[in-house]
């Protein structure tokens, strides 16, 4: 099993919606969660971290479910800039150490 | 990320050599990591290091060498034992002291096999 798993997608959405992305993760003593956004061809670019309480940023919010071991991503009233891919990042036991997952590819339309 | 350098940006390997990627920062980070990215796929840790003169292979260390001599630096050599190294690299640095601290990247190095 994967340490952290995401739906390839893509999401094809049109601009001004509300789009949700989840991240599963196998390692129950993980305590650091990210979001990174990648444009093609460049380097991963923070987008927040996730906190237990959950967080928000903008029209960015993100959620963590310790329970269920998920963490998810909410972008509200998407832009075009918002397209690229969204990765999502758990740490292992190792509290330095860090699972990347494949990426959740996100397309607004006009 | 400003702070992190990767050179060169662009990289080409013969068959049976072996190629240096650098990475410096400026930023006093403790941990430094390398990752390698294939198309269309997630990033996969080569090494990392928590502190200068220590490291630790990652999930796909074979054909590949580190060091780190100085908190600034953190040099990666592919070898010629990596028989498709053909990939996009990518140097993180971490302040490392605390949890919910993120990892910030250099801009990477393409490296291709001639």
């Known amino acids: 099993r994967k340490e952290v798993e995401q739906d390839p997608g893509p999401f094809n959405v049109p601009e001004g919606a509300t789009v949700a992305f989840n991240c599963t993760y196998s390692n129950s003593a993980s305590q650091s969660f990210f979001w990174y956004r990648q444009d093609c061809r460049k380097e991963p670019k923070l987008l927040m971290s996730v906190y237990s309480s959950g967080n928000e940023d903008g029209r960015f919010t993100a959620q963590l479910n310790r329970a269920s071991q998920y963490i998810s991503l909410l972008i509200r009233d998407s832009k075009l800039s918002d397209s690229a891919t969204y990765l999502c990042v758990v740490n292992s036991d190792n509290f330095n150490k860090f699972y990347f997952g494949s990426g959740t590819k996100l397309n607004v339309k006009p | 990320d400003g702070g992190i350098t990767q050179s060169p940006k662009y990289l080409f390997r013969k068959e049976g050599q072996n190629v240096t990627l650098s990475c410096e920062q400026n930023l006093n980070h403790d941990a430094m990591y390398w990752y390698r990215q294939d198309p269309g796929q997630g990033l996969r840790l080569i090494y990392y290091s928590q502190i200068v003169n220590d490291f630790q292979k990652g999930d796909i260390a074979e054909g590949y060498s580190v060091s780190r001599e100085k908190k600034e630096s953190f040099p990666l050599t592919v070898t010629s034992a990596q028989k498709n190294p053909t990939a996009f690299y990518l140097c993180?640095?971490?302040?490392?002291?605390?949890?919910?601290?993120?990892?910030?990247f250099g801009d990477g190095t393409r490296l291709s096999i001639l």
């Open positions: 993180a640095t971490r302040e490392g002291r605390q949890f919910n601290q993120p990892q910030h």
